[in-house]
Nanobody, 125 residues
Framework: VKLVESGGGLVQPGGSLKLSCATSGFSLDDDVIGWFRQAPGKEREGISCISSRDGKTYYGGPAKGHFVISRDAAENTVYLQINDLKPDDPAVYYC???????????????????WGQGTQVTVSS
């Protein structure tokens, strides 16, 4: 099982980014993919999850109206669109997979079995 994030970078405030989570070693048909982020000195924070079984999504507290999660089963890829980037959005963004629960709930980091290496998002003018 492997997850690889990409799409991070430097963006001006108010800009947008679309992060990708390419998965391999399993098919996107019976799992939950979650997106988390971690800023320096802070705990890892849940953003959103999507269920491959039924396409249901869930957004955590910081995500509502700000992030959009989606998936492309044919490409085995899950996306996280970040809109209107703000000064408190910079962090390393991670995707993770779990196979024994549904979404919702998002769950905490400890409930996910596999993680990517993360992609850095920086917001600066």
């Amino acid at each position: 099982v492997k997850l690889v994030e990409s799409g991070g970078g430097l963006v001006q405030p108010g800009g947008s980014l679309k992060l990708s989570c390419a998965t391999s070693g399993f098919s996107l048909d019976d799992d939950v993919i979650g997106w988390f982020r971690q800023a320096p000195g802070k705990e890892r924070e849940g953003i959103s999850c999507i269920s491959s079984r039924d396409g249901k999504t869930y957004y955590g507290g910081p995500a509502k109206g700000h992030f959009v999660i989606s998936r492309d089963a044919a490409e085995n890829t899950v996306y996280l669109q970040i809109n209107d980037l703000k000064p408190d959005d910079p962090a390393v963004y991670y995707c993770a997979a779990r196979f024994d629960r549904s979404c919702p709930p998002l769950g905490g980091p400890g409930q996910y079995h596999y993680w990517g290496q993360g992609t850095q998002v920086t917001v600066s003018s």
